[in-house]
């Protein structure tokens, strides 16, 4: 019974979004809405509005700072999610002693002297992509999957060593908290989430603050994954 429900549930909603769709003007078509009065109000205000150069970053961080905040939260969720299942399959026994495999000294030299290279590179991403293709998220992927490699070189104990438990919870959280500081910082200024001030020079600090705090809190939680994971591998 519960099967047929279901199914007819599925058809209905599904009836639905095609009765929308075909609604919806051919894609790339000029005629849309989106083409003649969206796009073109972010085309003509849209950097002088956001206070960001880049568009792309102006629409993610000013206009659609909603949709990017619900993103960072579903991120830090996901990483919630793992790290709550492998607490609690600690609670279930001790762990295994260690059986880290032996890295190949040539991946071990070349992780090791492209590092600092790595690093510089996901940083300029990070700091630079409100004016060119980049940006937190794609920097901080970046970042965290540098801090895997040196985490598979150097060995998981010692990366987390070097990044303290009370340290890494904060840092995987400072992207969700820097959004909501400035949407309610928004709020009290202007009277609406994730407004930006009328100073263009504060505007631009502001979204390279932003762009900043998602690229760390992507890199953690990356690393938070794979910390996880590796934990549960020798469990």
């Known amino acids: ?3 047929a429900l279901a199914l007819v549930v599925v058809i209905v909603l599904a009836g ?3 009765a929308g769709v ?6 790339g078509s000029p005629d849309g809405a989106v083409h003649r009065h969206v796009a073109a109000h972010y085309i003509d205000g849209g950097k002088e509005a956001a206070g960001a150069p880049n568009l792309v970053t102006a629409v993610l961080l000013n206009y659609r700072a909603l949709d990017t905040y619900g993103e960072v939260v579903v991120i830090f969720a996901a990483l919630l999610a793992v790290l709550a299942v492998g607490l609690a399959g600690h609670s279930r026994g001790p762990q295994r002693g260690a059986d880290e495999l032996p890295v190949s000294p ?3 030299l070349v992780i090791r002297l492209l590092a600092p290279f790595i690093a510089l590179f996901a940083l300029f ?5 409100h004016v060119l ?4 998220f794609q920097g901080g992927v970046v970042l965290g999957a540098l801090m895997i490699l040196l985490g598979l070189v150097l060995g998981p104990r010692r990366l987390r060593r070097m990044l303290p438990t009370p340290a ?3 840092t995987r959280s400072v992207a969700l908290l820097a959004f909501a500081l400035v949407a309610v910082a928004g709020l009290a200024l202007a009277g609406w989430l994730f407004a930006l001030p009328e100073q263009y020079w504060l505007r631009e600090l502001i979204i390279v603050g932003l762009e900043l705090a998602i690229g760390i809190g992507a890199a953690f939680a990356l690393v938070g994954f794979y910390l996880s ?6 469990r």
């Open 1 to 3: 019974m519960r099967n």
């Open 16 to 18: 639905l979004m095609m």
């Open 22 to 27: 075909s609604q919806l003007p051919p894609p």
């Open 106 to 108: 040539v991946v071990d």
């Open 125 to 129: 991403m990070i700091l630079e992509g």
């Open 133 to 136: 293709p980049g940006g937190g």
């Open 168 to 170: 890494l919870f904060w």
């Open 229 to 234: 994971l590796e934990a549960d591998r020798h």
